[in-house]
């Protein structure tokens, strides 16, 4: 992908840290504003990107966005996960052959391009209705959801259920009565459910239609004790017309027995997007086996047991007439493209990511060209290429997102500029390869965004961004360890801050005054230190005064701090160096807030299970998936390593084992073949039936 960084780790590190505030930010506008600036597939690039460089980065393992502050919460009894997502028949094809296991059923639904809604009924009646949020937690939208015309106040048989689905308006409502008020019915759908009354809305929720795709029973220790027995179906699609026969309407759904069905599907949705009753932006793939989701399990942010195919990206045309740059929480300076609006899928654009300045380098690009804007599924946009100089006439007839006429004027042919100062806190930069990075730790910018990325990951609610400036415009906080010090006096002291709302957010800080080391490691914000990586490296180490004794081993040279985070699996060099040289410019913030808050010794958490506590490397030829026997190992509690070492505790070596098998035996790691396996996983829960079907 053109923008990439290069080998350098300084580079890669400041790109990492880039996506994720992209995703961050544009996540709270999709979700928690309805207001995407940017497009869905492009969104998806930038994701799968970050994704490539650092698997357990946070962005990653967060579902939607927070909560605005000031909504009623709702934790989601089954947490609401996002897709894996593709483009291509070859991933399909991946996913129903390798990911799936070998299933042998799928079930396909249009991905209606709407908002996610859970309704929860309680004895067949309607108690709650709740958005996705960041995916554990969403807001209360009961009232708004009781507009919605075909959501049931009854289901008609007193059963205790989750039913998820998608809001979404009808094209022909929304050509009817609010083409002139929104750019698409999407985010009109978005804003109808978490609008506070009608008045302030700009769409009514009765306008809206509810289509299912899935529902989920709770066990019998959690459901009413008058709740009849859910049904206990074996496919999802039989569940799909029980929801249909208690009078929910279902998402349309087809069954297929494998990918080269799948992929004449896509093919099919394609042909019929543009006469859809809603918008589309693809087709959803499950397996349809209970069974089978369950041993296939999930990741932090997806089911493995599904795939969101997305139809290919919205192209069009328009001018640059400037660039803006902007500081991010690491110091990387990145430049915005200033775009005449122009309508791509549905939403008019008028900024686009240029990435950094490596990308205006590779694209030769000037103030006053015409250029090929492509918006990848609805939510991110992105200047892909230059079609020449524009002249005026490019710029007739376009109208900005609020419906006003476009007056702007097309600027003269000129190289852009790059920036020679700090454009938030006027301090030196310097160029880092294909970065412009600002070194001052004191900039506005970065202050504020790391402060806000610490409340983020310890999810102090109450912090949000308009809070954080105002905590930084006021003196109040200059890095994250004067939030610990904030009083009541000075916090009611601020604008629009009334005393409930004071005390909500010293209780938050109040109770992030212990840490384990994992959670701190994360919190600070690190290139490349996402929460499983932390708790790796939290898990060896054990206290903060062990790893600052290897920080200080590490800048006098000494190689065996390297050798100890490289003994973990999945670290390497590269991200030992890297996490040592994030701890050692942050040495002053460390020690501040070392002595502000209780940084507790990392323990290894306990995971039940009859294999919990024990590690496993799976290698050779065996009867089953490979994958298969890890999924099995890990739903019994035992640990998946890929390396041998003297740490490990089994080889489960199958036909040519190799190499592996040769170091297990000289270390003394005890191996051993399926049949073993087998034997020590014993009564293990992966061979019992589940206690209810989407159990987890």
């Known amino acids: 992908m053109a923008g990439d960084a290069g080998p350098d780790v300084a580079d890669e590190a400041a790109r990492i840290a880039w996506l994720s505030d992209q995703i961050s930010h ?53 947490p609401m996960r996002s897709l894996d997502k593709a483009t291509s028949d070859e991933e399909i094809q991946h996913f129903a052959i390798e ?66 689905g998608e809001v979404v308006m009808s094209l022909s409502t929304f050509e009817e009565k609010y083409r002139e008020v929104s750019p698409n019915p ?5 804003g109808a459910l978490r609008q506070k009354n009608l008045e302030a809305g700009k769409a009514d929720a009765a306008d809206l239609v509810f289509q299912a795709y899935d529902v989920r029973f709770p066990s019998k220790e959690v459901r009413h004790p008058n709740a009849v027995e859910p049904p206990h179906e074996e496919n999802d699609s039989m569940l799909l017309e029980w929801l249909q026969k208690t009078g929910i309407e279902v998402a349309p759904w087809e069954v297929h027995d494998g990918a080269e069905s799948m992929c004449t599907s896509t093919l099919d949705w394609s042909a019929k997007r543009e006469s859809h009753r809603f918008e589309i932006d693809g087709v959803v793939f499950k397996v349809d086996d209970l069974r089978k989701r369950q041993l296939l399990g999930m990741t932090a942010h997806h089911p493995r047991w599904a795939l969101a195919w997305k139809f290919p990206p919205d192209i069009a045309e328009t001018v640059l007439l400037g660039i803006d740059w902007q500081t991010g929480r690491t110091g990387v300076i990145t430049p915005v493209a200033r775009l005449a609006p122009q309508m791509v899928g549905g939403v008019t654009v008028e900024n686009a990511t240029l990435h950094n300045v490596g990308e205006l380098e590779r694209l030769s690009i000037k103030i006053g060209d015409k250029v090929r804007l492509v918006r990848r599924g609805d939510v991110i946009p992105k200047v892909e290429a230059v079609m020449g100089k524009a002249t005026k006439k490019d710029l007739q007839d376009r109208i900005h997102a609020d419906g006003t006429p476009f007056t702007g004027v097309l600027p003269p042919s000129s190289v852009p500029d790059i920036p020679q100062t700090c454009p938030d806190c006027q301090g030196p930069v310097e160029l880092d390869g294909a970065f412009l990075r600002c070194n001052d730790l004191s ?16 999810e102090m609610d109450g912090i949000g961004e308009k809070l954080a400036e105002q905590l930084d415009d006021s003196g109040l906080v200059r890095s994250i360890p004067d939030l610990y010090s904030l009083t009541m006096e000075q916090l009611s002291g601020l ?12 209780s938050e800080i109040s109770a992030t005054r212990s840490l384990s080391l ?52 999945g670290v390497g060099a590269k991200v030992a160096e890297q996490f040592y040289g994030g701890l050692s410019i942050r040495s002053e913030l460390v020690d501040d807030l070392s002595k502000a808050i209780e940084i507790t010794t990392e323990g290894t958490a306990p995971v039940g299970g009859v294999l919990a506590g024990k590690s496993f490397c799976v290698t050779g030829s065996l009867s089953r998936g490979r994958k298969e026997i890890q999924l099995s190992i890990k739903a019994a509690g035992g640990k998946i390593v890929t390396s041998v070492s003297g740490n490990l505790d089994y080889l489960i070596a199958g036909e040519n084992a190799g190499s592996k098998l040769s170091k297990a035996q000289s270390l003394g790691v005890e191996v051993l073949d399926e049949s073993g396996l087998e034997k020590l996983m014993g009564s293990s829960t992966s061979d019992a039936p589940p206690r209810t079907l989407f159990d987890y």
């Open 518 to 569: 994992s959670r701190f490691l994360h919190a600070l914000g690190m290139p490349g230190i996402g929460p499983e990586l932390a708790a790796s490296l939290s898990q060896e180490i054990g206290t903060l005064k062990e790893l600052l004794t290897l920080v200080k081993q590490w800048s006098d040279g000494d190689e065996s701090a390297l050798n100890r985070l490289v003994s973990i699996d």
């Open 99 to 164: 990911t799936a296991l070998g299933a042998e059923q799928f079930l396909s639904q249009p991905k209606l391009d709407g908002s996610a809604l859970s309704l929860e009924y309680r004895l067949g009646r309607l108690v709650r209705a709740a958005t996705r949020g960041n995916g554990d937690r969403g807001e209360d939208v009961t009232r708004n959801a009781r507009r919605i015309q075909n959501v049931p106040e009854n289901l008609g048989i007193e059963v205790d259920a989750h039913i998820r």
């Open 443 to 458: 900039c506005t910018a970065r202050t504020v965004r790391s402060l806000i990325y610490w409340c983020q990951a310890l």
């Open 495 to 506: 604008d629009r801050m009334a005393e409930k709302s004071a005390s909500n957010v010293l």
């Open 26 to 78: 544009h996540s709270h506008l999709y979700y928690n504003l309805a207001a995407p600036e940017l497009s869905d597939i492009e969104f998806d690039t930038l994701w799968d990107e970050l994704k490539a460089l650092d698997p357990s980065n946070l962005q990653l393992s967060i579902v939607g966005a927070d909560v605005d502050p000031g909504s009623e919460k709702v934790v989601h009894l089954f």
């Open 186 to 190: 999407r985010n009109l759908a978005a």
